[in-house]
């Protein structure tokens, strides 16, 4: 035990140890949990602005009937690289790069349990990323559209290799998923901080914790559908072919299965951010804290059993559609305990409307409009009538964009001091707020009118006498106006970085352990491992219900290596000092290996690719060998 201020010569000690080398060599081999979540951050944002680029270039192509701006092989691929890259590339990493800086922050950690895993599997999304972007410049991208249906995508229909880019880049990319999932369950289980249990943990750490169990059981399906689809196309196999025996709809059994879970994998995570930092802006705790907890476990737990709910209109048995129905319906009751615990909180609050509360209120409308939509597609007889409309369109953008997008970027306001030790303009933070909320409701409310209408989804153009021209042109300008308040607001982020106001630790004055040090944080992020013993460690003093008090001047110092505190799993116990790697290189010789891999898997070049497995094995070998105590003497385990 220690008690602050920690001398000088021990923090220096302590910054030594945990510092990334500099130079190429610590750009490339460093495992600092902080600067993983920021590359995640700013990987994912490149891919929401090529995404974005593709979506304006598919609405000028739709701004007016029988337009000619696209080909219909163009519009194909650019309209697939959007789904993808939006649902797979931005959506999910982005609240990873949260995560990845943020938990062990808020969990009062010195890193994430397995760092080395944490930059694999960086390196691996990146990579992947790369993969399913290779074909777009030679016009191979895929083009079967994000959901990829069979037989449509099978090698009869579509002899390309845009579709074995698109199986084999999941594949890949699904390998950076699990590895990371994996990751954060264990970092939750044993790296929280002495005291923080179970009923203390942050909204965000419960929405992320979800998500990663979901991600462990929902990708290997997607994983194995492309896998499958793959040998279908390359080795005569016939597990979608009808001629060999085989079911066309396996597809989409095997992609729903993983496809619903991953929209909660999507939104929990940004719901976790809102229901973290609203309360700040309203100087209250959170209202319902354990309903909202409960509510995001439950709503993942019936979201692995809503799958069929997009494919009522494939001729499934009235049985098996009504089961599937009731469950669609009755996972809007989480969702609405969630949705009135942050109305209450706001009502009963006292609202300071920063630019991160606009965002986080914005998203609540967002939500509630995507919600009731999704309550409407979730009857099996009205879906029968919306399916493959626009409305389907409006319903997926209010879910998956309105409600990851504005608590990501407001999420992105209200930690950036933490980030980067400065403020971001407010007045611009304004603006952008606005054109982007206005340009989000133009561009796609209408959509569920011209759904309503009769206007089909996935087509390139359409005909002038469906009479939905000027609907579509206001949906083309929403969609630019959507991405000018974009692009102003990563001017202001950009800007804010060399003449923002400078933060102190805690600019907002909130509640939770990261803001407990400086900003940016150092990096071992403590000096002292703290002592957690309510769920608001800095509002204590104000808060009438709290009796104990957190310890955040007095812990365990830890500073014989790099070590952190291992807890039990429910209540935070410490019974153990694990020792965490240092920087290397693996992570990174690993995800080159097996970009080596699939890169020769995709050209048919079958020695390079067992070349590429080889590498990767030895990778693996020196991965997992024994490494000498730094320190014999000093005890592991703890008392």
């Known amino acids: 035990m220690a008690t602050v201020p920690v001398p000088a010569p021990e923090q220096e000690k302590l910054v030594r140890t945990w510092e990334t080398a500099p130079g190429v060599y610590g750009w490339c081999a460093t495992v600092d949990h902080k600067q993983i979540g920021i590359r995640y951050l700013v990987t994912s944002i490149v891919f929401l602005l090529l995404g974005g680029v593709e979506a304006l270039t598919l ?41 990845n ?104 750490v419960w929405g992320t914790m979800t998500a990663s169990v979901a991600n462990l059981f929902a990708v290997p399906a997607l994983s194995l559908a492309c896998f499958m689809l793959w040998l279908d196309r390359n080795f005569g196999t016939s597990f979608f072919a009808v001629r060999g025996g085989g079911q066309p709809l396996l597809w989409q059994h095997l992609f729903w299965s993983f496809g619903h879970p ?42 692995f059993g809503v799958w069929v709910h997009h494919m009522f209109a494939t001729g499934l048995p009235t049985m098996a559609i009504s089961f599937f129905s009731a469950a669609s319906i009755i996972i809007a009751v989480p969702s609405a305990i969630a949705v009135f615990a942050w109305i209450a909180t706001i009502w009963t609050g006292r609202p300071v409307f920063k630019v991160p509360f606009l965002y986080f209120a914005g998203f609540i409308l967002l939500f509630v409009i995507g919600g009731v939509s999704g309550f409407m597609t979730a009857s099996a007889a009205l879906d029968w009538q919306l399916t493959d409309t626009y409305f389907v369109v409006a319903h997926l953008h209010y879910v998956l964009l309105g409600i990851n997008l504005f608590p990501v970027l407001g999420g992105l306001v209200y930690w950036f001091p933490k980030f980067s030790g400065r403020m971001m303009d407010e007045r611009l933070g304004r603006w952008a707020f606005w054109i982007m909320f206005i340009g989000f409701n133009l561009a796609f409310f209408p959509m569920h009118i011209v759904g309503l209408e009769g206007m089909p989804r996935r087509i390139y153009t359409y005909p002038a006498d469906l009479g939905v021209g000027g609907w579509n042109l206001l949906i083309t300008i929403g969609a630019f106006m959507l991405a000018s308040g974009i692009l102003l607001f990563l001017y202001n982020l950009v800007r804010s970085l060399s003449v923002g106001e400078v933060a102190g630790p805690n600019p907002w004055d909130a509640p939770t352990l990261e803001w407990s040090t400086s900003s940016p944080p150092p990096p071992q992020n403590f000096d002292i491992i703290p002592i957690i013993a309510s769920r608001h460690p800095l509002w204590e003093d104000r808060l009438e219900d709290v009796e104990d008090r957190s310890q955040l001047t007095t812990g365990y110092l830890l500073d014989h290596g790099r070590e952190t505190i291992g807890t ?10 694990l020792r965490m790697p240092g920087d290397s ?30 590498a990767a094995l030895v990778t693996l070998i020196l991965w997992f060998a024994p490494e000498p105590l730094a320190d014999p003497e000093h005890p592991r385990l703890y008392a």
């Open 568 to 577: 039990t799993p429910l209540d935070a116990e410490p019974n153990v000092i």
């Open 101 to 204: 800086y943020l938990w062990p922050l808020m969990l009062g950690s010195r890193d994430m349990a397995f760092p080395r895993l944490n930059a694999l599997s960086y390196w691996l999304y990146l990579f992947s990323g790369i993969f399913l972007y290779v074909g777009l410049p030679l016009g191979q991208a895929p083009n079967g559209g994000w959901f990829n249906y069979v037989p449509y995508t099978s090698s009869e229909y579509d002899p390309g290799i845009n579709i074995d880019i698109f199986a084999l880049g999941l594949i890949f990319l699904g390998i950076s998923t699990v590895v990371g999932s994996a990751n954060f369950v264990v970092t939750l289980l044993r790296t929280r901080a002495p005291g923080m249990s179970i009923n203390r943990m942050p909204i965000l």
């Open 585 to 614: 290189l693996l992570p990174l010789c690993l995800a080159v290996a097996t970009s080596v891999l699939f890169f020769a898997l995709l050209s048919k070049l079958w020695l390079i690719a067992g070349l590429g497995f080889a």
């Open 262 to 303: 991953w929209v909660y994998a999507l939104v929990l995570p940004s719901m976790g951010i809102v229901s973290d930092a609203l309360p700040v802006f309203c100087r209250r705790p959170l209202v319902g804290y354990t309903a909202v907890a409960l509510a995001t476990v439950t709503t993942m737990v019936i979201g």
């Open 59 to 99: 609405r000028i192509q739709l701004a007016q009937p029988n337009l000619k701006f696209l080909a219909p092989e163009q519009y194909d691929q650019l309209f697939s690289m959007h789904g993808v890259t939006m649902i797979f590339l931005y959506a999910l990493p982005v609240l990873s790069g949260f995560s």
